[in-house]
């Protein structure tokens, strides 16, 4: 009982210390504990169904810091054995959780037809997913696997389905928005496939869809733009998409300090992304078989952070925003990180989380382009700001007149990104720069406690 005991202690010292816990979990020992303690679980004198519960909690915890230290393959076999078990003894509610999780894993280990698999056999052989409730729930999870493989048409098609009204009415206010904001992704994402580049050969059903779709989504949700509808939304804060850093003094200090450090951290990103330290994204995000999204995270729980919390990997970016910190104690940092976008590679549309955040991009390997680039679709081309002359690298961001705006090397963008928006490198190289996230300055004193962590100087 010695090792379950301890075993348990360490799980709940996951989430308070889990770069403790993923440490021992890289180096095997979390898993050899869990072996050794599920022999203490049999030899437990209780009942069978307390034992599976015990079981069930081990294995949930494991999977969770699997997931969080991205061992993915991990975090799958657990939630596999979970799946199992529950077929056994669960209820209907076990069984939908646990196929949802395992699922999820597989959409994250780029398997998203093997995920659709999960959840056909959860349908077909579970017999859940009968009420109107659960049905519309797998609708809206098989869409996302179609939208991982890449299949835009039959994404749309399940999230039809799946985001009814009736459905949906009985949902909080925020999983109703939420839902309806992945389904207005969808159906942009379609749009480039039922009309090809060109805006102007959408079908009139589907502009209408689309347009009526923002309308829906922003009367819903109280948002003041339809281009921006985060998931986490204060509406007292401007609705601007492009604001300039001379409106923030504390963000156009920050601005030059990245400036003034630009060729030692270009240098360290590419140094990183050479050494392999730079992870693909894992949200289906970037178009499939159009290039690769890696990005390096100086603040994730993963890495091994010095007592600023900043990863070792990167010492040069964790000096830059540790003296910023300690020059503007007002400046609120929760993110930094290197992103690299491969050649030929489309960022699909998407919203980020919340509006209570700013973000920095300096431009760090930016190409020029040239002759052999790729052709450019039509929403990159239209709207550009002078920014995206001799560019081949696009950023869209919003909707209107210098919407689409370019990187240039040593140069910084500030952007809200709870605006609708996606990049597109058509260059012959990839696209490397540096992004940092920061409180939004103006975010109201009575919401300072709903921020996201951030890196801290103490």
């Known amino acids: 009982m010695v090792v379950l005991g301890l075993l348990l202690l360490l799980l709940l010292k996951a989430d308070s210390d889990p770069k403790a816990f993923q440490s021992l979990l890289k180096q095997g020992l979390v898993l050899e504990a869990v072996n050794e303690g599920m022999q203490d679980v049999v030899r437990v004198n209780s009942s069978r169904t307390a034992k599976l519960a015990l079981k069930l909690s081990l294995w949930r915890s494991v999977a969770k810091a699997a997931r969080m230290a991205r061992f993915h393959e991990t975090a799958l076999q657990l939630h596999s054995d979970i799946l199992n078990w529950h077929k056994l003894d669960g209820d209907a509610n076990d069984v939908l959780k646990a196929c949802f999780e395992l699922a999820t894993d597989h959409f994250r280990l780029g398997q998203a037809m ?54 949906l009415e009985p949902f909080p206010l925020a999983a109703q928005t939420q839902e309806l904001s992945r389904h207005l992704l969808y159906l942009q994402r379609a749009a ?11 079908s009139q059903a589907h502009q209408e869809e689309i347009a ?21 939304y204060e509406p007292s804060l401007p609705a601007v998409a492009w604001p300039t850093l001379e409106t923030y003094p504390v963000l156009h200090r920050l601005a030059q300090a990245l400036t003034a ?58 000096q830059v925003i540790h003296q910023a910190l300690q020059q503007d104690p007002a400046l609120v ?45 039509n929403q990159f081309v239209a709207d550009q700001h002078p920014s995206c002359l001799d560019k081949c690298a ?59 962590p951030p890196v801290t100087t103490s």
């Open 394 to 452: 696009y950023f869209r961001l919003g909707k209107g007149s210098n919407s689409v705006r370019c990187w240039s090397n040593s140069t910084v963008l500030l952007l809200d990104d709870s605006f609708e928006h996606e990049v597109y490198n058509a260059c012959q190289h990839s696209r490397l720069i540096l992004q940092v996230v920061v409180q939004h300055p103006l975010l109201p004193s009575s919401r300072q406690s709903d921020r996201l």
């Open 212 to 232: 009526s779709t923002r309308a829906h989504l922003v009367a819903l949700g109280g948002y003041k733009h339809p281009y921006q509808v985060p998931q986490n």
């Open 261 to 318: 450090s630009t060729v030692a951290l270009q240098q360290e990103g590419e140094a990183l992304y050479a050494q392999g330290h730079l992870f693909q994204d894992e949200h289906c995000i970037p178009a499939k078989q159009r290039g690769a999204w890696s990005r390096f995270e100086a603040s994730g729980v993963w890495e091994d952070r010095d007592s600023h919390g900043c990863s070792q990997s990167s010492p040069v970016l964790c």
């Open 192 to 202: 480039n496939v039922f009309a090809g580049p060109l805006e102007s050969d959408l």
């Open 114 to 167: 093997d995920g659709l698999t999960v959840l056909d056999d959860c349908q077909a052989h579970l017999r859940v997913g009968q009420t109107k409730l659960e049905q519309g729930l797998f609708h809206r999870i098989r869409a996302l696997a179609f939208d991982c493989a890449g299949d835009f048409k039959s994404a749309l098609r399940e999230s039809r389905l799946g985001v009814v009204w009736d459905v």
């Open 333 to 377: 940092v929760t993110r930094a990180s290197y992103s690299h976008v491969q050649p030929n590679t489309w960022i699909q549309p998407h919203y980020g989380g919340s509006n209570k955040r700013l973000k920095l991009h300096l431009g760090l390997t930016i190409p020029p382009s040239n002759s052999n680039d790729a052709a450019v679709p």
